[in-house]
T-cell receptor, first 113, second 114 residues
Framework: DVKVTQSSRYLVKRTGEKVFLECVQD?????MFWYRQDPGLGLRLIYF???????EKGDIPEGYSVSREKKERFSLILESASTNQTSMYLC????????????FGQGTRLTVV | AQSVAQPEDQVNVAEGNPLTVKCTYS??????LFWYVQYPNRGLQFLLK??????LVKGSYGFEAEFNKSQTSFHLKKPSALVSDSALYFC????????????FGSGTRLQVQP
């Protein structure tokens, strides 16, 4: 069974902290994605990566960075957490082919206080 | 640019009745269209997709969706709703030759009443 695993289900961090969200996939997928989900806004793309050490900005990259040192792992970094980054974060992966669906992790609910 | 609209925040239907969740899209090239479902505090689960071919596609849990190119729509349907279908549904689009990432709609909450 295919799997995308996010390291934490729930996180509480303080304003100004540096926060790392980790995601690992076991499907040998080239593409990996980070989205944030907010009520009424759906999923918005933060960053994605199509290869190791490669990344592209999504629609809302401000305040975030990413790291992909190995094919199976994609990390989202909040350089200095702020309360407006309180949200559900979803990681996904897919093959290079546009015809295939993306597989999602279970999500990390981050609260910044 | 690619975009998706889900015009209904919530859809209410009685168990046993047919359901429709609406989705319209905008892309400059050929669309690849997807439906996902999300249960409380969970990630998204893939339901079905349209890539090419037959306009009516069938997916998991008895769901189907109809692709209509002239209306740029991809509505999700099920002939007979179950209480367990109550969840949040997302439509998504990827342009065939463009951006690799899916663009999602805002989601529609489906409530099936017993």
């Amino acid at each position: 069974d295919v799997k995308v695993t996010q390291s934490s289900r729930y996180l509480v961090k303080r304003t100004g902290e540096k926060v790392f969200l980790e995601c690992v996939q076991d499907m040998d997928h080239e593409n990996m994605f980070w989205y944030r989900q907010d009520p009424g806004l759906g999923l918005r793309l933060i960053y994605f990566s199509y290869d190791v050490k490669m990344k592209e900005k999504g629609d809302i990259p401000e305040g975030y960075s990413v790291s992909r040192e190995k094919k199976e792992r994609f990390s989202l970094i909040l350089e200095s957490a702020s309360t407006n980054q309180t949200s559900m974060y979803l990681c996904a992966s897919s093959t290079l082919f546009g015809t295939t669906e993306a597989f999602f992790g279970q999500g990390t609910r981050l609260t910044v206080v | 640019a690619q975009s998706v609209a889900q015009p209904e925040d919530q859809v209410n239907v009685a168990e046993g009745n047919p359901l429709t969740v609406k989705c319209t899209y905008s892309v400059s090239g050929n669309p690849y269209l997807f439906w996902y479902v999300q249960y409380p505090n969970r990630g998204l689960q893939f339901l079905l997709k349209y890539i090419t071919g037959d306009n009516l596609v069938k997916g998991s849990y008895g769901f189907e969706a109809e692709f209509n190119k002239s209306q740029t729509s991809f509505h999700l349907k099920k002939p007979s709703a179950l209480v367990s279908d109550s969840a949040l549904y997302f439509c998504a689009v990827r342009e065939g030759t463009g951006r690799r990432a899916l663009t999602f709609g805002s989601g529609t909450r489906l409530q099936v009443q017993p």
